[in-house]
């Protein structure tokens, strides 16, 4: 008996940005001990949004209007989702106030009207919504479901806060959390019927020898929320060859390589505009082949964690610097450290 072969496809995607836009000059003339530090030029990073809480715009509020901006486009009513997965590595509501339980899925299919999804929230530092994705694309094509809503809202900018406050040198470990914006994102998936519109794998690996690199925690200091990050042993050429000797690895028992995936455009994590050009150079010497034209967002965004490939893949195909029916391969950069790949073929994304 033959078996039918299922896969899953990208069938909306939602962003939500703030209004606020932070110049990092601005920021920059906050930072008492190192009033003259050029991040600019040093991370690419020339602005972020800052959520507002006071319009609603924590983590949850985030998340939630990214779902609803991914549902306005869908096919689907929040009635027919079968599954929701919330992927948020920052978790305030009602201000400051951070939620474990009940989950944020829990509350997101509440707000959203979606009362008879599966749902659970997953954590996976910035790789969290290419994880949530990876595992519902796995449920789609088992037929356990027949769609669902990956979503995550990232109000991250406090940490910035607290580097501003409390930095004296630009080696301090709080550096990358100058970096940081906030956003919200959501894909919905379901069952492909073409290849113009499919996922067409979704491979991860966790080197967790790594985790120590990067860490989130209350300040010892001030109490204010902190990010910790080893940038230049996170960023160095050993850490970068995990991900090209795990891709090409997993491209070879598909009995394909880089080259021969032809894709059109690649996503980085958006950590800043020089770690994409590292990633490109090594790409480029690891897999003996061009890499395809990178798509980027850290400019005027900054780093919005495990949000940023969405939020950047949603900006180039509204602004048409990305075009549809193109082959995207979105690349995880995750403390953890989280590596892998996600191909993806978008043509008729909210149509």
């Known amino acids: 008996m033959a078996t039918t072969t299922r896969a899953s496809r990208f069938e909306s995607l939602g962003t939500y940005l703030p209004a606020a836009v932070q110049p990092t000059s601005e920021l920059v003339a906050g930072i008492a001990g190192a009033p003259k530090l050029p991040l600019e030029r040093i991370t690419g990073v020339a602005a972020r949004r800052v959520a507002d809480v006071g319009a609603g715009e924590d983590s949850f509020g985030l998340a939630l209007n990214a779902a609803k901006e991914a549902l306005r486009t869908s096919r689907y009513e929040a009635a027919e989702l079968d599954v929701v997965i919330s992927t948020s590595i920052s978790r305030s509501r009602d201000g400051d106030t951070y939620h474990f339980e009940p989950s944020f899925a829990r509350m997101l299919i509440e707000e959203l009207g979606a009362h008879q999804a599966i749902h659970f929230d997953l954590s996976n530092a910035c790789a969290g919504m290419i994880t949530g994705v990876h595992i519902l694309d796995r449920m789609i094509r088992e037929g356990i479901v027949r769609n669902g809503l990956v979503v995550s809202g990232e109000r991250i ?195």
């Open 157 to 351: 900018t406090p940490i910035a806060r607290t580097a501003a406050a409390e930095m004296d040198t630009s080696r301090d470990p709080q550096f990358a959390s100058l970096t940081v914006g906030d956003s919200g994102a959501a894909v919905i998936l379901d069952e492909s019927e073409d290849e113009a519109d499919r996922i067409h794998h979704v491979e991860l690996m966790t080197a967790a020898e790594y985790s120590h690199l990067c860490l989130a925690m209350p300040s010892d200091r001030t109490g204010g929320l902190a990010m910790y990050t080893d940038s230049k042993t996170q960023q160095a050429e050993g850490r970068r060859r995990i991900w090209s000797s795990f891709y090409s690895d997993f491209l070879a028992k598909e009995g394909t390589d880089l080259a021969g995936e032809k894709f059109d455009y690649v996503i980085h994590h958006q950590v800043s505009t020089r770690f994409v050009d590292f990633m490109q150079e090594h790409g480029e010497s690891a897999f003996g082949t061009a890499m395809p034209q990178t798509l980027t967002t850290t400019e005027y965004l900054g780093n919005t964690a495990s949000t940023s490939h969405f939020v950047t893949l949603g900006e180039h195909l509204r602004n048409g610097t990305a075009r549809r029916g193109a082959k995207f391969l979105l690349v995880p950069a995750a403390s953890g450290v989280v590596v892998g790949g996600l191909s993806v073929t978008i043509t008729n994304l909210g149509a």
